[in-house]
């Protein structure tokens, strides 16, 4: 255990390089204090969010004796780093997110494809020919092409729709386009910024306002983004969400586990809840109230790196290991199906009756 005899600054200044070099990667930042565009400077922000939590987590280590110890401080902060970014994807970026779930579920119905996780814990997809391998060296300069010449990559009939418009035989050819194009694994995160990217799926980020440092002189501003819904209408969607939370809530157990593990309601993002401030992360976990058994056959089948999975193995920390859950909602059926002891089918059923109720309540509701 030498991790735990150095001090509190030592430990954060191991970490530093691990935070530091996902949240650049994640978010393509330079972490530069004199960088001062909005995505940049929100990054810096994140990265100080993030050692606040480890600053926290340390001290905590430091002053009691009976907290779980931190075994790697390396492979931590980098499941609290991976955890902090996409917590802040979803609530920056909700059209992106959302086309990431739509690609995931589109990937995970096709046999023909795979989605994996590689020892840092970063997503990765590409044919199922190509599982567990690293991306190939040529990747970005194919990732850049398909950027620079679309026309000539992709059908035009493809590129020239709605992306909202397109069909499942329309996303068979898109994605097996872009694989085979790519010739690779990639991250799921680089497929979904670069079909953003070809049907112009803009992020919820505010400009730069050094985005406007080389316009010509005189240029009109850009009109300002809609600012989406009006007060009322948020005030309603609040009430609404409460509503429907205390209906979760009225679940029978098996019935909540079913339901939210496997959360695909609003493109997949349960963080609906957290982000309207309806309940906490904690809150979450606590009325899931899933046993030590059970998250340990979560980690048997979840596709984590061994120091990772004995870190999980030895924490007694529930929001800890929650929180490590939560990074892959929504679970698969067969796996919550092993986390209750059942048969998948049963999980169905008791996701069937759960939203049958909720649906009965959002009738009435509305």
């Keep these: 255990m030498a991790e735990q005899r150095k001090s509190v600054e030592a430990l954060l200044e191991d970490a530093k390089e691990t935070i530091e070099g996902i949240i650049r990667k994640k978010f393509r930042v330079s972490l530069s204090p004199s960088d001062g565009r909005y995505e ?11 050692y606040t939590l480890l600053f926290e987590r340390l001290v905590e280590q430091e002053h009691n004796p009976t907290a779980e110890p ?3 401080i390396r492979d931590y902060a980098a499941v609290l780093t991976y955890h902090r970014c996409a917590e802040l994807r979803r609530a920056q970026n ?3 997110h959302s086309l990431k779930n739509k690609v995931r579920y589109f990937l995970g119905k096709r046999p023909e494809y795979a989605v994996w996780s590689n020892d840092t814990g970063e997503w ?10 690293p991306p190939s060296r040529e990747l970005a ?12 990559i992709l059908p035009a009939h493809l590129i020239s729709k709605d992306l909202r418009n397109l069909k499942d035989a329309d996303w068979q050819e898109l994605i ?3 694989f085979k194009h790519l010739d690779s694994a990639v991250e799921v995160d680089d497929i979904v910024s670069a079909i953003a990217d070809i049907f112009g799926v803009q992020d ?6 050094s985005a406007f440092d080389n316009e010509e002189p005189g240029r009109p501003p850009i009109d300002p983004k809609d600012e989406g819904l009006t007060p009322e209408e948020t005030l309603s969607q609040r009430q609404f969400l409460e509503k429907l939370w205390q209906q979760i809530v009225e679940l029978r157990p ?3 586990i079913a339901y939210l593990l496997n959360f695909r309601d609003a493109d997949g993002d349960i963080q609906l809840f957290t982000w309207n401030g309806i309940v906490s992360l904690e809150q979450i976990g606590a009325l899931l109230n899933l046993t030590d058994e059970q998250f340990e056959r979560a980690w048997q089948a979840l596709p984590l790196d061994e120091a990772t999975r004995a870190l999980l193995r030895t924490t007694t920390e529930y929001h800890t290991k929650f929180a490590a859950l939560f990074a892959h909602i929504p679970l698969e059926d067969l796996l919550i199906a092993r986390m209750l002891g059942g048969e998948r089918q049963q999980v169905i059923n008791l996701r069937k009756c759960a939203r049958e109720r909720l649906a009965k309540y959002l009738r009435s509701f509305q």
């Design 124 to 133: 990765l997809c590409g044919f199922v020919s190509q599982k567990n391998r």
């Design 94 to 96: 909700k059209q992106w």
């Design 176 to 178: 097996e386009t872009i």
């Design 70 to 72: 931190i075994r790697s």
């Design 141 to 152: 300069v194919k990732l850049e092409a398909l950027n620079q010449h679309t026309p000539t």
């Design 254 to 256: 098996n019935q909540r």
């Design 204 to 209: 919820d980020l505010p400009l730069s306002e």
């Design 40 to 50: 940049n400077q929100n990054a810096l922000e994140l990265c100080q969010e993030v």
